[in-house]
Nanobody, 123 residues
């Protein structure tokens, strides 16, 4: 499966952005889809994941209540709605796909990765 992430940008603290991850080659509803991020000088960090087979989603504590992961089967696209953004959310955000039908939070279990999109939150 090929993934194309988009939607990043510069936003002030407290603002919102919606990231998109367009998939081709496989249907996202048959996959576990996740979002990760990597800030400068830091490792890749789990943000959110969803499994439509399980009808479940999982979020990192740092984004719980502010970010929402969702999908549009007709567009074969996964979204990450990010609200109440904070400067510490600044990072390159990556979407990823796993062949598992269960929610996956470990980055090493994802087989396919998008190219990343930069999110910068100013204070």
């Amino acid at each position: 499966v090929q993934l194309q992430a988009s939607g990043g940008g510069l936003v002030q603290a407290g603002g919102s952005l919606r990231l998109s991850c367009a998939a081709s080659g496989r249907t996202v509803s048959n996959l576990s889809m996740g979002w990760f991020r990597q800030a400068p000088g830091k490792g890749r960090e789990f943000v959110a994941a969803v499994s439509w087979s399980e009808s479940s989603a999982y979020y990192a504590d740092s984004v719980k209540g502010r970010f929402i992961i969702s999908g549009d089967n007709a567009k074969n696209t996964v979204y990450l709605q990010m609200n109440s953004l904070k400067p510490e959310d600044t990072a390159v955000y990556y979407c990823a796909a796993s062949g598992s039908n269960r929610v996956v939070i470990e980055s090493w279990k994802y087989n396919n990765w998008g190219q990343g999109t930069q999110v910068t939150v100013s204070s």
